[in-house]
């Protein structure tokens, strides 16, 4: 029997505030000792009241207009009550009843669109490291501010969910309102994945796989729930409700605990933050600030630059900003300069952080073009201008100091060619390519270009030779 699958994916974003969600202490814990960010609002002490940290709120406007979200005007926080260890208050402040982002959608390279339900704002709780016979509690995490962004289960397939985390993740980047790194678990996915068999107007029941930090376990774990689900449903047997892990070695999931029915949290309004009112100005003032999205910069350079490459350059926003300044008619060279030499280079990342200015960008392609450079001598000079050491001194200077010009005088390159002719070991091949033999071309190029130490421009050289030798 064929099955149809059903995803609904639910992504955690945290927020790139300098601050934490509810309190005045350093919110990026990243490589820092385990409980040093934390405050006596984090610890729960008694008396200590939370205080909203109003960047999380005009974050949480651009991260809803990225994701073509209609904005609440009105929201407010509840607590969602349950005991954990990492949790010292006992209870989560979130949204649950009136969050702050409402509807909207998410559209994937494809084309296909997956509507979001919600999005709503709230601290995240401790980290536990578990050891064979204790447990160690960071409360480092503790408030962080994320976003909870909710899909519709519109997703119908294991490349869709990945293209779909993809998109998203681009999306909050491109926003500025994550810093975006899934190694330290800025961006977190559950995926709930059922199976229904074809036609069937009621969906299956689902699994829930947890806490995934890269586009690539999300496909794998859905792939691997369809098979097993699959497997399951051939034999007549049901699925089990349940909250599943990943083990991205095995590339298997594993059971964790069922889920019978929804835990009740028993949500209560929190009483101790008042409800969020914004204005219409406000919200149309701070959504004025959204800069170019995904499907901004696909648009711009459609026909212009590849699909396939721009698709890659959109996984780096700053590269994507410095490509819009350059001179339209460059765009395309330096597009694959930042592609296929930048981001093979083992320093990329170090790269990426100090790009080099439109100006030395577009004196470097225009060389390129008029054949000052070769393709190699481009490729070499990009590089440089990324080199501290060479800021500033602009790219045709950069090329002179390298000796790495091309000659284009034609009548330069006439001498230079009839030098080469005159000598004894170039007559084989000049009698050879007159007999019809064209390989022997690439010696008698490579031949001037020796003479030349490398500076004569091939094509032209190649013109030249034909010229002369027939």
């Not at 091309?406 to 060619?417: M, R, S, T």
Request: glycine residues 6%; contains cysteine; charged residues 30%.
């Amino acid at each position: 029997m064929k099955y149809v699958p059903t995803i609904g994916i639910e992504c955690h974003v945290q927020l790139c505030t300098k601050t934490k969600l509810f309190s005045e202490v350093d919110n990026d814990a990243r490589g820092k000792e385990p409980n040093s960010c934390v405050s006596p609002v984090c610890y729960a002490l008694p008396g200590m009241l939370p205080r909203l940290n109003g960047e999380a709120i005009r974050l949480a406007i651009l991260a809803g207009k990225a994701m073509n979200c209609e904005i609440n005007a009105h929201s407010r926080f509840d607590r969602k009550h349950y005991f954990y260890p990492d949790s010292p208050k006992g209870y989560q402040i979130t949204q649950f009843y009136e969050p702050i982002i409402g509807e909207g959608y998410v559209e994937l390279p494809s084309g296909t669109r997956v509507r979001i339900e919600h999005a709503h704002l709230e601290g995240d709780a401790g980290k536990l490291t578990h050891y064979d016979t204790y447990s160690l509690v960071d409360l480092n995490r503790v408030d962080t501010p994320l976003i909870e962004i909710v899909s519709q289960p519109d997703i119908h397939s294991a490349k869709d969910a990945h293209d779909y985390c993809k998109e998203l993740w681009r999306l909050m980047c491109f926003a500025g309102v994550t810093y975006g790194d899934l190694y330290n678990g800025n961006m977190r996915f559950d995926v709930n994945i059922s199976l229904a068999p074809e036609g069937s107007d009621v969906l299956g029941t689902r699994a829930e796989v947890k806490n995934l930090n890269s586009f690539r376990s999300v496909e794998r774990a859905v792939e691997f729930e369809i098979k097993r689900q699959s497997k399951i449903l051939d034999k007549g047997e049901k699925v089990v409700q349940e909250t599943r892990g990943w083990n991205d070695a095995s590339g298997e999931t594993t059971g964790q605990r069922s889920k019978e029915e929804a835990k009740d949290y028993r949500y209560m309004p929190e009483p101790d933050l008042p409800p969020i009112n914004l204005s219409a100005e406000f919200i149309a003032e701070e959504s004025a600030k959204l800069p170019m999205m995904p499907a901004d910069y696909r648009d711009k350079f459609k026909g212009v630059v590849a699909d396939d490459i721009l698709e890659i350059l959109l996984d780096y926003p700053s590269l994507m900003s410095k490509l819009k300044e350059i001179n339209e008619k460059y765009i395309k060279g330096v597009s694959n300069l930042f592609a296929s030499v930048l981001l093979a280079e083992e320093k990329s990342a170090e790269y990426l952080n100090d790009l080099p200015s439109s100006e030395d960008l577009n004196e470097l392609a225009e060389m390129n073009e008029k054949k000052e450079l070769s393709s190699t001598a481009t490729k070499e000079v990009f590089l440089r201008l990324f080199d501290p050491q060479m800021k500033g001194r602009g790219a045709k200077n950069i090329a002179k100091e390298l000796g790495l010009i091309q000659e284009n005088d034609l009548g330069a390159l006439e001498k230079i060619v009839d030098i080469v002719l005159a000598k004894p070991e170039t007559a084989k091949a000049q009698e050879d390519f007159k007999a019809g033999q064209e390989k022997v071309l690439g010696f008698l190029v490579g031949q001037v270009m020796k003479e030349s130490h490398g500076k004569a421009n091939p094509s032209a050289v190649q013109d030249i030779l034909r010229k002369k030798l027939k």
